[in-house]
C-alpha cells in the first residue's frame, strides 16, 4: 500500500487516480476535522469538496518534504476561515440529529454510537481542543505540526492539548479499568494533595 | 496549584515524549488525582487510536464531486503551458510615473535661454579681438618681464648653493667640487 506521500507525489505528476485515492483517504478525516467549526453537515461537505478541489488545482505546489495530511489540514483550515469571514457561516454546536452517526455526548450517547467511545466524549470539548486533540491522536501529528496546521503557535497548541486532555478527564469521569492497564506503574499512593 | 503544575508537566512530557521532571514525579507519587491524570493521559493514544476506526465509520457517508476537478486539473495545465506571465499593473505603474515626474522638477529647474547675439554684438567682438591682434609689442613686454623674473630667481638660488657649499667646507674641512656642472643651469 502505498504512503500518502507518495501518492501526492505522482498526483503531482499528473496522476489523477492517485488523488481520488488521496481524496477517499481523508475524506471521512477532514469531514470530522472540519465538522465542529461549521454549523451544519451540509457545510461541512461542502468545505471538504472545497478543500479537494483547492488542493487538486494546486497539487503542483505540494512539497514533499512535508507531510501529506499537514498540507491538507492547514489548506482545510485556512479555506474555513477564508469561508467564514465572506459568507459568515454561521457556527454552531454539532447536534446528534445532524451528525447522524456522530454523536453528541454532552447530550447523552445515542444509541449505536457507544463504539466511537472516547471520541465521541471529545466531540463535547470547545472546537479548537478538539480540533487539536484529532490531529495529535487521530492524525498522530506533532506538536509543530499541529501548529502548522491551525495556524497557531506551539505554545498555543500545548496548552489547548493540555485543556482537552483536563476537560476529557472531567467529562468520562475517572480513568477506565482499560487505562490502568495501559498508564505507567505508579508509586505506592499517600495522602492525596491536589 | 502543585497539581495544576504537574498536570501541565505531564501534558507536557505527552507532547514533547519525555520524562517527568523529577518533582512531578515526586509529586505524583504522593497524590492520588494526579497520578489518576498520568494514567489517564498516557492512555489517551491507545484509546483515541482503538476508536478511530469506529469513529470514522460513524461518519455519515458523502460522494465526492470528482467532476469539479475536471475543471481544476485543465485550468492547472493551462497554467503550467502558460507559465508566468508579466501582466502590468495600471495603478502602480502610473503611481511609478508619477514618483519619477516629480523627482525630475524637484532635481532640475526650468531656465529661460540665453538670448541670440546680435549683430551689434558680433560686431564688437570682432572689433576686441582685432585690438588684441594689433598689439604685439605689449605681449613680448610682458613675455621679457616674465623671463627676467625667472632668470632672478635662478641667480638667487645659485647663490644659495654656493654659500651652502662654502658653509660646509669650512665647517667640515673638506673640499666639495662640481663634478659636471648640471646642463639646465
Not at chain 1, 501518492?7 to 470530522?32: N, Q, T
Not at chain 1, 477564508?82 to 447522524?100: D, F, Q, T, V
Not at chain 2, 476506526?53 to 486539473?73: D, H, I, Q, R, Y
Request: glycine share 6%.
Amino acid at each position: 500500500m502505498k504512503t500518502d506521500e507518495e501518492l501526492a507525489r505522482e498526483a503531482r505528476a499528473g496522476s489523477r487516480p492517485a488523488f481520488e485515492e488521496l481524496a477517499l483517504r481523508y475524506k471521512r478525516r477532514l469531514f470530522v476535522y472540519l465538522r465542529p467549526r461549521l454549523a451544519s453537515d451540509q457545510d461541512t461537505e461542502d468545505m471538504v469538496q472545497e478543500t479537494f478541489l483547492k488542493l487538486y488545482r494546486n497539487i503542483d505546489r505540494y512539497d514533499p518534504t512535508y507531510r501529506f495530511s499537514t498540507w491538507l489540514y492547514t489548506a482545510a483550515t485556512r479555506l474555513t476561515i477564508s469561508s467564514y469571514r465572506k459568507k459568515r457561516i454561521a457556527a454552531g454546536p454539532l447536534r446528534a440529529e445532524e451528525a447522524g452517526g456522530v454523536a453528541d455526548p454532552a447530550g447523552g450517547p445515542p444509541a449505536g454510537a457507544d463504539t466511537a467511545g472516547l471520541w465521541d466524549s471529545a466531540r463535547a470539548l470547545a472546537e479548537s481542543q478538539f480540533r487539536v486533540l484529532w490531529l495529535r491522536y487521530g492524525e498522530d501529528m506533532d506538536v509543530a505540526e499541529i501548529a502548522r496546521a491551525v495556524g497557531k503557535s506551539r505554545v498555543a497548541v500545548s496548552l489547548l492539548l493540555h485543556r482537552a486532555r483536563m476537560n476529557l478527564m472531567k467529562r468520562t469521569g475517572a480513568a477506565p479499568a482499560g487505562a490502568m492497564a495501559a498508564a505507567k506503574p505508579a508509586a505506592a499512593g499517600g495522602p492525596t494533595a491536589g | 496549584m502543585l497539581c495544576h503544575l504537574a498536570r501541565k508537566a505531564i501534558s507536557g512530557s505527552e507532547d514533547r515524549g519525555k520524562a517527568l521532571p523529577r518533582w512531578a514525579g515526586r509529586h505524583i507519587s504522593r497524590c492520588e488525582a494526579c497520578r489518576e491524570h498520568a494514567r489517564f493521559a498516557a492512555s489517551l493514544r491507545t484509546r483515541l487510536a482503538g476508536d478511530r476506526a469506529a469513529f470514522l465509520a460513524a461518519v455519515p457517508e458523502f460522494p465526492l464531486k470528482e467532476v469539479a476537478w475536471n475543471e481544476a486539473g485543465m485550468e492547472r495545465k493551462e497554467r503550467a503551458s502558460l507559465g508566468r506571465r508579466l501582466v502590468l499593473r495600471p495603478i502602480p505603474a502610473a503611481a511609478g510615473l508619477l514618483a519619477v515626474a516629480a523627482a525630475a522638477f524637484l532635481v532640475f529647474r526650468v531656465v529661460p535661454r540665453e538670448q541670440v547675439p546680435t549683430a551689434g554684438d558680433r560686431a564688437a567682438a570682432r572689433a576686441a579681438f582685432k585690438s588684441i591682434v594689433a598689439a604685439p609689442d605689449e605681449f613680448r613686454v610682458a613675455l621679457t618681464g616674465a623671463e627676467s623674473s625667472l632668470e632672478k630667481e635662478k641667480r638667487i638660488w645659485e647663490s644659495s648653493v654656493v654659500s651652502a657649499v662654502e658653509y660646509l667646507q669650512a665647517r667640515l674641512n673638506i673640499r666639495i667640487e662640481r663634478r659636471d656642472p648640471p646642463k639646465s643651469l
